[in-house]
């Protein structure tokens, strides 16, 4: 099979475009490109900062979001600073939920002495939740050789059991627009 080089220019602003296919333009207007805008939406970063007068989220600390308007004072930049700023409600929301989930986590391993305390030790498992997309279900992933970032480590599989019994699992049937 031949390579081909395609290009695609669309304007959102008045519904037309150009399709380069090997350097020959094809003109794109009306119903077309406005279909090939709406299957292919732009997507926007949700940490940009807004415009003054609009409207951003921030994440609460009970897996709720407070609306702010910009204003462009001190209150708006601490936010935007600290990561605490989205332009986008569903992000928001997620970021919310997924840092509560995380702090249930945390302090249920912490009050039942679950927390792996001890050194990295490369023979020894590492036991984390996980969510499994193939299973489309929360796992335990037990790690030797690797410490990923920001997750909480069990002490044991049956400490992270545990956790996904008496903590992941209600958590996500009382906030059922959590995603993994």
Request: overall charge negative; some cysteine.
């Amino acid at each position: 099979m031949a390579h081909r080089e395609f290009t695609l220019d669309l304007h959102t602003d008045d519904c037309t475009g150009t399709l380069t296919i090997d350097g020959k333009k094809i003109e794109l207007t009306g119903d077309f490109s406005d279909n090939l805008l709406k299957a292919m939406p732009i997507v926007s970063n949700p940490c940009a900062r807004a415009p003054i007068n609009q409207t951003y989220y921030v994440p609460g600390c009970k897996g709720d979001v407070v609306s702010m308007t910009e204003q462009g004072d001190y209150v708006d930049d601490d936010f935007y600073n600290t990561a605490m700023y989205y332009n986008q409600l569903d992000t928001a929301k997620q970021v919310a939920l997924h840092t509560l989930l995380y702090r249930q986590l945390l302090k249920f391993a912490y009050d039942n002495n679950y927390l792996r305390k001890t050194p990295w030790i490369v023979d020894e498992p590492h036991y984390e939740i996980i969510f499994n997309h193939t299973t489309g279900d929360v796992a335990i992933d037990s790690c030797y050789t690797v410490e990923p970032f920001g997750n909480i480590s069990f002490c044991s599989y049956d400490a992270a059991k545990q956790a996904i019994e008496k903590v992941v699992r209600p958590f996500m049937k009382e906030y059922s627009d959590f995603r993994w």
